[in-house]
């Protein structure tokens, strides 16, 4: 089987990961091209990949329809400004691409549901990165969830206490705008928001919500709260903070039920804290390793595997839009909730 040609869109932040991601899948797929506004930028991730794999030549552009034109391109990537998410995605999907778009997928459920009717009406895959989903312990986490292990599943909460001091934002204008970012709901605190949902096993009833911009010179939200009410009577309780003093203090998600606890934290949900149940099985005391480097964790890698595995065996990759777009709405549901 032929390899696949990845170009990425965007080499801000987050791209060396999933340049990072392809160099450690390089059996299955090549990257081929990289488009950024900032051309050094790109020229830096051409150069990550390059010094990673032999003999590839990636080209660079600062223009990305000129990009989807020229280059036999069979996936791209997109890494630029949230705001910008759903119509980098829908022209790539107008291209013939099957597309892998940073969180969130878009800003607006319209753009959301927009992207995934195209994805189908083209037989394209879409999928978006919430790479902590394959973090090891929310894996195992997930497998008792499956067992049906906790039993009643009574209430789930993530927490999201971090430091974004004013450099960050001004490192980047968009960030924290309503139009291009949103507030750390949105940016920071939507990989846990997707994982407690993931969890909870049901759809959303209702949200109640309370945000405010205490400290940051932004337009959006630096810290909120979200109580969330699941069909199944379940809780969710999400507390998400770009204001702790002096630096990030945690990020975790607990899930509490009638026969189980399970708490998961570290720098990116990486670390098993608790981990209670009544019943016992041989894989309660696998061990893996927690040595990640960032908040993002390692999770690019095997993401990347799942949606190169999902389009060489025509299935849907683990986080399809329709999965993409619930922690989204959640937050969006929380922005409607209250306005500030």
Request: charged share 30%.
């Amino acid at each position: 089987m032929s390899k696949l040609k990845f170009a990425i869109i965007g080499c801000g932040r987050i791209s060396y990961k999933h340049v990072e991601a392809l160099i450690n899948n390089k059996d299955e797929a090549d990257l081929v091209a990289l488009c950024d506004l900032v051309e050094e930028k790109a020229i830096e991730r051409k150069k990550q990949y390059e010094n990673a794999v032999k003999d590839s030549n990636v080209k660079v552009y600062t223009d990305y329809v000129k990009m989807l034109e020229k280059e036999n391109i069979d996936v791209v990537a997109i890494a630029t400004e949230s705001g910008y998410h759903a119509k980098h995605a829908i022209d790539c999907l107008n291209a013939e691409k099957h597309v892998l778009v940073e969180k969130p997928m878009a800003l607006s459920s319209d753009d959301a549901n927009e992207m995934i009717k195209l994805a189908k009406e083209k037989n394209l895959k879409l999928g978006v990165c919430h790479q902590n989903r394959f973090n090891p312990p929310i894996q195992k986490l997930r497998r008792a969830i499956e067992e049906g292990r906790f039993g009643k599943i009574v209430n789930g909460t993530a927490r999201i206490l971090w430091n974004r001091n004013d450099d960050y934002y001004k490192q980047a204008p968009w960030r924290g705008t309503k139009a291009l970012d949103g507030g750390t709901l949105m940016n920071q605190c939507i990989h846990n928001i997707d994982l407690l949902q993931w969890m909870m096993g049901s759809e959303v009833e209702r949200v109640y919500a309370e945000r405010g911009t205490f400290l940051r010179n932004i337009e959006m939200e630096d810290f909120g709260a979200i109580l969330i009410r699941f069909k199944n009577g379940s809780i969710g309780i999400v507390e998400g903070s770009a204001c702790v003093y002096p630096k990030n203090l945690e990020e975790t998600l607990s899930i509490f039920g009638e026969k189980g606890t399970v708490v998961i934290g570290g720098l990116a949900v990486n670390e098993i804290k608790t981990w209670i149940f009544e019943d016992e099985r041989d894989y309660d005391k696998e061990e893996y390793s927690t040595d990640i480097d960032s908040v993002y964790g390692k999770g690019h890698t095997p993401l990347y595997k799942d949606f190169i595995d999902a389009i060489n065996n025509n299935r849907e990759p683990l986080i399809n839009g329709e999965e993409g777009k619930k922690a989204m709405e959640i937050v969006l549901k929380a922005y409607e909730f209250k306005n500030m």
